[in-house]
């Protein structure tokens, strides 16, 4: 273990100190600004006079669990859809419109969420506001234009997953841990579906969800917020709320054994992933195991000093990469998921053993308060050079608010990291690490040049 | 009660201190170690970046020991000074900050980000400073990288996309440092001699440039400037690569069980602070680098469906940098997709773009300036490219007007001279 000097380690105290009350001060400054309009859409601004640029985005609450099986890819599908026109904007006209004002656009869908945003100098924040709210309410959904585009999602998915053996494991990964969750869908769509999605099915997508009461919007940038709400008044504010289908919960039925899985494709490294069935945050001022299953996951995989780089990577060369993932927020489910490369000479039986190792030692040995600290000190110098970014700002704002928190959870959930102990983290090593709710998926390598070229099931319809 | 009062001051001040980055001054000098350096003084956030880069890149590989410049920059944080590898990485989460590194053909360094008050700052910069200097190489650190840069060699070597950008990079630049890649043999070749010569030859004062953005003042850049390079050796300023020789025009085809086709079509095209750079950006915008407008885009994508992703840029580099037409698509349509994709560049080297195109080009470029200098993280890049290439100190303030004065003309003759179609050469990977 390195130890340090006590000159350091005071002026560390102090900077912990200093980031702790700048994160306080920045509550009480009221930055973010928000505002609910009367059709239930809310606006969230966040003022940062750094640039003249602005970064506007959309959020939907509605994302690929809230599809049905036989139309995975929808909400995806949807999302490309969105650029293909209104009323009044041909199709492409949104992004052009955005190109000739200087600005970049995209878009976004996961299982939770769907989302839109343009990165544009202010100037063009107005117009930007405008197009948005236009397509929230005008979108025209032709079957010319969906018969195109959906072969572009199909040519997506080839890319990301099809041809990709780490994505295959882990499509493969969910859709055996979770056996009734909607998680178990891919968000890109499975291809079957795709091939058989119509024009007429991402019509009645838009109509059930994308209305301003199933919507919130984030501004960060160089805006006075006051001006912006009352953009967004004159914008979103036209739109008409309509009632929303109902969501189940679909809770997933408590998993009762392990359950192993391969999957064969084109590859020299093999993979493997390990998926434990984890609590998410629900009450986020009195919940206490999720704050401790992320610091856990920062322990091991957090930074270059974390157990996984320096046990398994560095010392034991038992992995040629190792991680650990961990969202404890989220709409559906969480997982806590290991996964890696083994190492040369090495198998995926090794790098399991090993990463069950490094689980284990937690449960026996607990952590330490350095490995604590070090935790503690990533997170605080996160806060701060996060600010140098419209972008990752905004994006922390969507990101909390579309899986059902709020902003201000942001600096609640990162004080309430901070408070996490030894103890906690060991406690939770031991109640959640169980073969019995554990899902194990490998990589089988294929050699490149045995394999037989894939070819699409049958003939593509649209 | 009084401490709170600073603090919440202090805070209060992070949000009037904006428009620090409009109207960018950059400031240069030499370090009395002889680095060049470049700086930009902004108080907006209480952070520090700082890269150091060499003239250190793979083009400077020995032959027949691809990858020593990778490897080098690489191994700086496995052992240095009286420190091992745990011990850096220890000591760098501790202070909070974040170090990355990167060697590309020309470049290689190291990128530094550390909260600006002084005991982080000083103990980053002298961490870094080591890392630059007292490099150990250790063996164990060398071996176990070796092997991992091996595995990951024959790991990409298995990925459609990884394949194609290999043999684009090797047939558009035959015989040329910029068309070799790392292979398992030539990894496996090299020594700790290698990297400890490498080392010593490349990453001296003189061929430095450091870029440093952020809550410092002018003297604290010159003396962390200084700090940082002035115990590296001195050493020779440049050393001359090989000329860049056209390749002729040729198709290649590579043998892949992927479900898509993977293409590049292109050809070495421009060197950084090429008079034609702003022609060819404007142009290129509207043949395929303005995303959703371009012309590729709107042909491959959006009528046909061929490809979700299909692009074109030019990458300036110290020699001529490629200019790359790239997309993915369905193994059987490959044919179809490959023909449009050359019918639009035929199309657009004969006739290059409509007024309209060419204003809507100048509009986005112009207009969206602000956008590509609008963190401290964006403008580190900036100064780090305008000083590595010693590019004027007046690049961002130029650049509105140097684009503005751009004419259709002018973009047809720039493209006639750096994309010549008897020298391109079409790569397709996994195709039937």
């Known amino acids: 273990m390195v130890t340090w000097g006590p000159t350091w380690a005071s002026d560390m105290r102090k900077i912990l100190a200093l980031a702790a009350l700048l994160a306080f001060a920045g509550a009480a400054a009221a930055n973010p600004f928000e505002k609910q309009l009367a059709n239930g859409l809310r606006v969230i601004v966040k003022e940062d006079r750094r ?32 650029f293909k026109g209104t009323k009044t904007v041909a199709p492409g006209g949104f992004n052009k419109l955005v190109a000739e004002a200087g600005g970049r ?16 100098p202010k100037r063009a924040l107005p117009e930007m506001m405008r197009l948005e709210a236009d397509r929230m309410g005008n979108l025209v959904l032709s079957d010319k234009e969906f018969a195109a585009e959906i ?45 058989h999605m119509t024009a007429a099915d991402a019509r009645d997508w838009y109509r059930r969800w994308y209305a301003p009461n199933n919507a919130f919007v984030v501004v960060v940038g160089d805006v006075d917020h006051k001006a912006v709400f009352r953009l967004a008044e004159k914008t979103y504010g036209k739109l008409k ?28 490294l093999a993979y493997l992933a390990m998926a434990w069935k984890a609590p998410k945050l629900v009450d986020v001022d009195k919940d206490r195991e999720p704050y401790a299953l992320e610091v856990l996951s920062a322990l091991l995989d957090g930074h270059e000093a974390a157990r996984f780089p320096r046990n398994l990577v560095r ?37 399991e053993m090993a990463l069950r190792g490094e689980i284990k030692r937690i449960q026996d040995e607990s952590v330490s308060a350095e490995e604590l600290a070090r935790v503690k000190t990533q997170l605080v110098a996160a806060q701060v050079y996060k600010r140098d970014s419209m972008m990752a700002q905004a994006m922390e704002i969507g990101f909390i608010e579309a899986s059902g928190y709020h902003w201000r959870d942001i600096d609640k959930t990162i004080a309430t990291l901070r408070t996490v102990t030894a103890a906690e983290v060991q406690a939770v090593a031991k109640k959640y690490f169980k073969d019995d709710t554990l899902t194990v998926a490998v990589l089988d390598p294929q050699p490149v040049d045995k394999a037989v070229p894939k070819k699409p099931a049958f003939a593509v319809r649209h | ?134 490099p150990a190489f250790p063996e164990g650190p060398l071996a176990r990288e070796k092997t991992r840069t091996i595995a990951a060699i024959q ?12 043999r684009f990079a090797a047939a558009i630049y035959p015989g040329h440092p910029y068309g070799a890649t790392p292979t398992a043999e030539s990894v496996a070749a090299i020594t700790r001699d290698d990297i400890k010569a490498f080392h010593r030859a490349y990453f001296s004062a003189r061929r430095a440039v450091v870029a440093i953005i952020g809550d410092v003042s002018r003297a604290e850049a010159e003396a962390i400037a200084q700090r940082l390079t002035e115990a590296l050796p001195a050493g020779v300023a440049d050393t001359p690569l090989p000329e860049v020789r056209s390749p002729k025009q040729e198709t290649i085809k590579v043998a892949h069980p992927a479900s898509q086709s993977h293409i590049h079509i292109g050809l070495p095209a421009m060197k950084r602070g090429d008079p034609d750079f702003y022609a060819l950006q404007v142009g290129n915008y509207s043949l395929g680098g303005g995303g959703f407008v371009s012309r590729l885009m709107k042909e491959v994508r959006e009528k046909r469906g061929y490809a979700y992703s299909v692009s074109s840029y030019f990458a300036p580099r110290k020699l001529e940098g490629p200019f790359d037409m790239g997309l993915q698509t369905k ?51 900036y100064l780090a490219v305008i000083g590595f290439y010693q590019l004027p100190l007046t690049y961002l303030d130029d650049f509105p007007a140097k684009i503005q004065a751009v004419t259709a003309k002018e973009v047809r003759e720039a493209f006639k001279r750096h994309v010549k179609p008897e020298n391109l050469v079409t790569v397709i990977v996994a195709t039937d």
């Open chain 1, 105 to 120: 656009d995209n878009a976004f869908t996961s299982e939770d969420y769907t989302a839109y945003f343009q990165i544009v």
């Open chain 2, 331 to 381: 193994r059987d349509q490959a044919g179809a997709a490959l023909k449009v994709a050359h019918d639009v560049l035929a199309e657009f080297l004969a006739q290059g773009p409509t007024e309209q195109e060419l204003a809507a080009a100048k509009k986005h470029l112009i207009d969206g300036f602000s956008l590509r200098i609008d963190s401290n993280a964006k403008l580190l890049g």
């Open chain 1, 151 to 195: 072969k572009v999602v199909m040519e997506e998915r080839r890319l990301r997953t099809d041809d990709n053996p780490q994505a295959l494991v882990y499509e493969a990964l969910s859709a055996v841990a979770f056996q009734t969750h909607p998680y178990r869908r891919p968000v890109i769509g499975w291809m079957d579906d795709l091939e």
């Open chain 2, 155 to 166: 790991e990409a070597d298995t990925k459609p996309d990884h394949l194609a950008a290999k």
């Open chain 1, 315 to 351: 010392e034991q060369k038992v992995a040629q990469s190792a991680g650990a993932s961990y969202d404890s927020m989220v709409r559906g489910e969480s997982l806590f998921i290991l996964g890696g490369q083994p190492g040369e000479g090495r198998t995926v039986a090794d790098l």
């Open chain 2, 1 to 134: 009660m009084k401490n709170m009062k600073k603090l919440l001051l202090a805070f209060a001040l992070l949000f009037v201190a904006g428009a620090a980055l409009a109207g960018v001054k950059i400031e240069h000098w030499v370090a009395p170690s002889g680095a060049r350096v470049y700086f930009v003084e902004t108080h907006a956030l209480p952070i520090l970046d700082v890269q150091a880069d060499f003239s250190a890149g793979s083009a400077f590989d020995p032959p027949g020991k691809s990858g020593v410049a990778g490897l080098a920059r690489g191994l700086l944080d496995t052992g240095a000074g009286d420190m091992d590898e745990e011990k850096i990485a220890g000591r760098l989460v501790d202070l909070g900050v974040r170090l990355s590194g990167y060697a590309d053909y020309d470049r290689a360094g190291l990128t530094l980000r550390t909260l600006s008050s002084h005991t982080e700052r000083d103990a980053a910069i002298d961490l870094m400073r080591t890392l630059l200097a007292q």
């Open chain 1, 51 to 82: 640039a003249p640029t602005a970064v506007h985005m959309v959020w939907y609450r509605a994302g690929a669990m809230d599809e049905y099986d036989g139309w995975s890819g929808l909400a995806h599908a949807l999302e490309h859809m969105m």
């Open chain 1, 241 to 268: 709320a309509h009632a929303l289908p109902g969501r189940k919960p679909q809770k997933e039925p408590e998993q009762t054994g392990i359950k192993r899985l391969t999957v064969k494709a084109p590859a020299k």
